[in-house]
């Protein structure tokens, strides 16, 4: 069976959505769910609250349609809307500390020797990370972000931001070489 789009063109969905049409908008949602779960993912390390958060963003989303002037992508422009939302989620959350915490390593049982090229290994590291420090290393490394941006975005000082990205990736060779795998991907 071929499936057929309803919408062909993205500026034509997103007028329809923008004038109330729910078949548009439930196409939105439906096309972009899944992706943006996975935003909401990085930063929040449980599944069920990270799928809250993204519900909640594309209230966001539809509400602030009209704001959206189809100038850059739009698949961007919710992208940055469900960032917002996590971390709102996790400042009011009180998970977010910017300062020099006492940190333990853990070492994660790994029972495959090709783990580290899993995707939710690789997350379950970010997730062991303490929450400050993962922001600002999912803000840089993943949404690829400036520290002058990640700042602003967490009302933290420029140093604050380049001083959590290095105790963020300190802390992830300091892992990865606990289970002999080599440090190359955090040093990107």
Not at 8 to 34: F, H
Not at 89 to 111: C, G, H, M, P, W
Not at 133 to 142: D, E, N, R
């Amino acid at each position: 069976m071929k499936v057929i789009s309803f919408y062909s063109n993205e500026k034509q969905l997103v007028k329809k959505a923008k004038a109330g049409n729910r078949i548009a908008q439930q196409t939105i949602y439906d096309k972009y769910a899944p992706k943006m779960l996975s935003v909401c993912r990085q930063y929040i390390k449980d599944l069920h609250f990270a799928e809250d958060v993204m519900v909640g963003g594309f209230v966001k989303v539809f509400k602030h349609l009209e704001s959206f002037e189809n100038r850059g992508s739009f698949e961007g422009w919710i992208r940055r809307i469900m960032i917002r939302e996590s971390i709102s989620y996790l400042r009011k959350s009180q998970f977010v500390v910017y300062d020099d915490e006492i940190i333990t390593n853990k070492a994660v049982a790994v029972n495959d020797n090709n783990a580290f090229e899993d995707v939710e290994y690789i997350q379950s590291l970010i997730d062991d990370l303490p929450q400050g420090y993962k922001m600002v290393f999912v803000l840089y490394v993943v949404e690829g972000y400036k520290h002058t941006e990640i700042a602003k975005l967490l009302n933290i000082s420029e140093g604050t931001s380049k001083s959590q990205l290095s105790k963020a990736r300190k802390m992830l060779q300091e892992n990865l070489k606990l289970q002999g795998v080599t440090t190359s991907v955090v040093n990107k």
